[in-house]
C-alpha cells in the first residue's frame, strides 16, 4: 500500500508541472502572444486553473494530510513538506468555494476599473468596485483568522510571509520610525554639501543596454542555460526555477534605473534556480515567502550592485557600452547617481532610505482597512496626510497618490510589508556573509560573485522552505529579523565617514 | 438534466485547451526555451498529457456517446460532432493501455537512435529499435483492424485522413504512375531546351529576408494579430487556430527555398484560422485530416505562389529586398528556379512533378511492413531498388536513402500518402477555384488573395468536420479525390504549350 505522503507527494508534483505550466504560459501571453490570442490563452489558463484547484482542494486531501502527519519514517525534509502542503490547504479551505468565486471576480473588475481611473486620476470611479472588493477581503481575512484563531490582518500575513504577525511589524517598524527621519534629514544636508548629480548625457540604444545587461546578469551569475532575458511593457520575473524567464523594459533616455532593475530581477532568478533541487515540485522546495524572496533581490541589488564597489566596476563596461565619457561617467558621480536620496511620491521610484516610509504609510491604511476603520471614500484624505507626515511631500493628485499602486485594486493586502522587511533582511544577511567572508567586498569589485552566491546558496536558496521564514533569517544570520544591519547600511553608505 | 451531448461538449471544450496549451508549450520548447528548461518542460508537459488521455478515456466516456448518439434534437453539426467524438475515442480504445505506453517508450528510443543513427550512416544500429518499435506498430493496426474491421494498414490510414483506404490509393496512386514516367521523361527534355537556370548570386541577410517573408505572409492573409513567425532549426506551424506559430529558418546563401516554405506554412495556418468560429474547440471544429491539411499548403505553394503570375508579382519585390539585379533576377529565370524538375534522392527538396514517386515508393514500403512481408533489415535493398524503379536515381547510402525522413523510426506508419493526396487535392481545388472565379489568376498576379481566401474559406476552411474528407472534396469540387486536375496543371506548367 503507497503510503499518504507518497500519494501526497505525486499530487503535489502534478500540481507543481500544472503551475509550470501556467507560468510558461502567463509569461507567453505578457511577451510573445500576438493580441488575437487573449481569449484561447484565457480559456486555456482557465482550464488548467480550475484542475489545479480540483487537485488542491480534493475530497480526500485533508485525510491524506492527517494521515500523512502522524506517519512514521518521514525525515526532517518531508516532515516539513507536509507541513508545507497543510499550510496552503488550510488557506485554500478557510474560505467558502463561493466567496473565492466573488473574490476572483471582483479583483479582476477592480484592477480592470484601476488601470483606467489611474490613468484619468479619477478616484471616484474606483469607489464602487474597491468597496464591493475590500468587503470580500474582509470577509476573506474573517474567515480565515476564525479558522487559524488569528487577527484577520495576521492571516493575511501569513498567505504572503508565513507566521508574520503585525506585533513583530510594529516592533521593527517603529524601531525603523525612531531612526529614519533623523537618518534622512541628516542625509540630505549631507547630500547638499555634495556636488551636483551629472546626468549621463547620451541615446541609449536597446541592443547596447541588452548586451551589457545579459553581461551584468551572468556577472551576477544568472545561467543563461536556464533562463532568457526578454521586453515587455511591466518587467517581471516569471517561468520556473529550472527556465527562469526575466523581463525588462529599455529606456533609451536613462539606462539606470532599468540596469538596477535586471539586477534587481536577477536576485530574485538566482533565488529560485538556488532552491534544493532534490525537492523540486514539492512545497517544501519552494521559495520561502515574499519577504526572503526581496530580501534576494534587494541584496544583490541595494547590498551589492549599489556598493560602490561595484559601481566602480561598472563604470569602465559603462563607458565602453555607451561610448561616454567625462566627468559624468566618472566612480564619483555615478556612485552618486546610484546614492541619491529624494523625498517623492512614488514607492517603485524611491531610493532604499525613504522606501520604508513607503510602506509603513500603506501598512497603516491597508491594516485599518481591514479593521474596518477607514473606508475606501476615504483613502484619498488618509493617504496625502500620511505621506506628508511620513514622507513629507503631498500628492497634487491621487493617481500619483493612493492610485500609485495596483495591489490594493487587485486584492492584495498583507504584502507592502514584505518589501520592507526583505531590505532589512538583505541588509542583515549580507553583513553576516561579509563578517564569514571577510574579502567579500573585493570579489564584488572584481565583478566575481562565485562566493557570495555560493554562500547564499548554502545558507538561504538550498533551504527552501525547510524552516519558517524567521527560522531561516535565524540560521543564517544567527539573529532575528530586525532593522540593526539596515540602519548600519544606510548610516555606512549616506552619511559622512 | 444536462443532456449528454452538453456534458460531452463541456469534456471535449476543456480537452482542447488542455490540447491547446500542450501545442503552446511545445512551441516554446523548439523556439524559445533554455536548453536547461527541457526536463522541467517534459514533466508539465507529460503530466498535462496523462490529464487529457485520462479525459478522453473517462470511465463514463462510452455511454455518454451512446446516448449522444440516440439524442434527440441534433442538429447536423452537433450530429457530425458527436461524430468524431466517437471517431477520436474508438481510435483511443482499441488500443489496450499498455501497447499505448510500450509504442511511446518504443517511439521515443527509436527516434533518438534515429537521430545518430542517420548522421553516422550506421543504419545497423537502427535495425533493433526498429523492428520492436514495427512490431508494435503492427499489434496496434492488427488491433484497430479488429476493432474496426478493416485491414490493419487502413485502420492507420484512417487516423490521419479518416475513411481514407488502400483501395483508393492504389486507384489514385496507379493512375499516377500511368502518367508520371512519361510525362517527366517529356518535361525534362522540354527543360534541356531552355536556358540554364542562373543562381541568383548574393548575401541574403536574415532581417532582409524575414522583413520580406513577413510582407509575403501579410500578402497571402496572415493575420499577425493572430499569429507569429519565429526561427527554429526545424521549421513547422504550431499553436492553435487564433494564435498560429510558423518557424522557418534562413539561409544566407539561397532565400528560394525558404520563401516557398513560409509559404507552404501560411496555408497550414490560413486554414486553421478559417475554421468554423462557432465550433472552436469542438472535434467537429478541428481540420478534416492531414490530406486536406496538406492540400491547403500546396494550394498556395504549388497552384498560386509558384505560378507565372504570382512570380511576375514576386519579382520586382525579391529585387527591392536584395538589391538584386540582372538577367537572373529577370521573371523568366525567376519562374525556371521555381519550376525546375530533377530525379533527385531526397523527398524534402523533390519537385511537385517527381514528389508523388518519393510517396508511392514509402507507400508501396510501409503497406508490406504492415503486412509483414518486409523486415526493417531487408529495408535498404528495397528502398534502392524502389528508388532506381521509380525515381530514377539510387542512393549512394542510408542516410540519403532509406534514413532520410524521420516518420518510420517515429512509428508513423500510413502518413506519407496524405502528402501526395494533398497535392492532387490542391490542383482539384484550385482548378474548381480558378472556373467559379475566371479573374483569379489575374488577382494573383496582383498580389490580391481576398477572393481565394474568400472562396476557400467559404468551400474548405469553414467546413471543419461538418463532413468526412471526401465529402469536403467532393462538396467543394464536384467530384471525388483523383489525379485528373493534377495532370492537367502539371502539363500545363512543365510541358511546351
Redesign the interface.
Known amino acids: 500500500m503507497t503510503s499518504a505522503y507518497k500519494t501526497l507527494e505525486a499530487r503535489f508534483?502534478?500540481m507543481s508541472?500544472?503551475g509550470?505550466?501556467l507560468s510558461?504560459?502567463g509569461w507567453?501571453r505578457s511577451v510573445?502572444?500576438?493580441?488575437?490570442?487573449g481569449?484561447?490563452?484565457a480559456?486555456?489558463?482557465?482550464?488548467?486553473s480550475v484542475?489545479l484547484h480540483e487537485l488542491q482542494n480534493a475530497p480526500d486531501m485533508a485525510s491524506l494530510l492527517d494521515d500523512a502527519t502522524v506517519e512514521n519514517g518521514l525525515d526532517g525534509w518531508q516532515a516539513a513538506n507536509v507541513r508545507e502542503m497543510r499550510h496552503g490547504f488550510k488557506h485554500a479551505t478557510a474560505v467558502p468555494a463561493d466567496l473565492v468565486d466573488k473574490l476572483s471576480r471582483a479583483r479582476a473588475k477592480s484592477e480592470m476599473v484601476w488601470r483606467t481611473a489611474r490613468q484619468d486620476d479619477d478616484f471616484k470611479s474606483l469607489i464602487a468596485p474597491m468597496k464591493e472588493l475590500l468587503g470580500l477581503v474582509r470577509e476573506s481575512a474573517n474567515a480565515k483568522a476564525a479558522s487559524f484563531g488569528v487577527a484577520p490582518y495576521d492571516a493575511l500575513l501569513d498567505g504572503f510571509d508565513p507566521g508574520r504577525t503585525m506585533a513583530q511589524l510594529d516592533v521593527i517598524f517603529d524601531d525603523l520610525l525612531g531612526f529614519l527621519p533623523g537618518f534622512i534629514d541628516a542625509a540630505l544636508a549631507h547630500q547638499e554639501t555634495l556636488p551636483n548629480v551629472l546626468k549621463l548625457e547620451g541615446s541609449f540604444d536597446v541592443p547596447a543596454q541588452e548586451r551589457l545587461g545579459r553581461q551584468i546578469m551572468e556577472t551576477l551569475g544568472f545561467?543563461?542555460?536556464?533562463?532568457?532575458l526578454d521586453t515587455s511593457e511591466h518587467p517581471f520575473s516569471g517561468?520556473?526555477?529550472?527556465?527562469s524567464r526575466i523581463t525588462t523594459r529599455y529606456d533609451t533616455e536613462d539606462f539606470t534605473p532599468g540596469l538596477m532593475g535586471l539586477v534587481h530581477e536577477t536576485g530574485h532568478s538566482i533565488y529560485e534556480r538556488g532552491l534544493p533541487l532534490d525537492w523540486?515540485?514539492q512545497p517544501v522546495g519552494r521559495s520561502r515567502g515574499m519577504t526572503l524572496h526581496e530580501s534576494q533581490s534587494l541584496l544583490y541589488e541595494m547590498q551589492a550592485a549599489r556598493s560602490p564597489q561595484f559601481i566602480a566596476y561598472l563604470a569602465p563596461l559603462l563607458e565602453g557600452a555607451y561610448g561616454g565619457s567625462g566627468e559624468a561617467w566618472e566612480v564619483t558621480n555615478l556612485t552618486r547617481t546610484y546614492h541619491r536620496i529624494e523625498r517623492s511620491l512614488i514607492r517603485v521610484h524611491a531610493d532604499e532610505a525613504t522606501y520604508p516610509l513607503h510602506v509603513i504609510l500603506r501598512y497603516r491604511l491597508e491594516r485599518a482597512m481591514i479593521a474596518g476603520e477607514l473606508e475606501v471614500e476615504d483613502l484619498p484624505g488618509a493617504w496625502n496626510e500620511a505621506m506628508a507626515e511620513l514622507v513629507g511631500v503631498t500628492p497634487v493628485d491621487d493617481r500619483d497618490g493612493c492610485m500609485q499602486d495596483i495591489h490594493w485594486p487587485s486584492g492584495a493586502f498583507g504584502y507592502f510589508p514584505t518589501y520592507t522587511l526583505g531590505a532589512l533582511a538583505a541588509a542583515q544577511i549580507f553583513t553576516t556573509a561579509r563578517q564569514a567572508m571577510p574579502a567579500l567586498m573585493d570579489d564584488i569589485g572584481n565583478g566575481d560573485f562565485k562566493r557570495l552566491n555560493g554562500w547564499l546558496g548554502e545558507n538561504i536558496h538550498s533551504t527552501g522552505c525547510r524552516y519558517s521564514p524567521d527560522e531561516t533569517i535565524n540560521r543564517a544570520t544567527g539573529s532575528l529579523l530586525g532593522a540593526a544591519a539596515f540602519k548600519a547600511h544606510l548610516k555606512d553608505r549616506y552619511l559622512p565617514g
Open positions: 508534483r502534478q508541472a500544472i509550470g505550466a510558461m504560459l507567453d510573445m502572444m500576438p493580441p488575437g490570442g481569449e484561447v490563452r480559456e486555456q489558463m482557465a482550464v488548467l484542475m545561467d543563461f542555460n536556464h533562463g532568457r517561468g520556473v526555477p529550472d527556465d523540486r515540485g
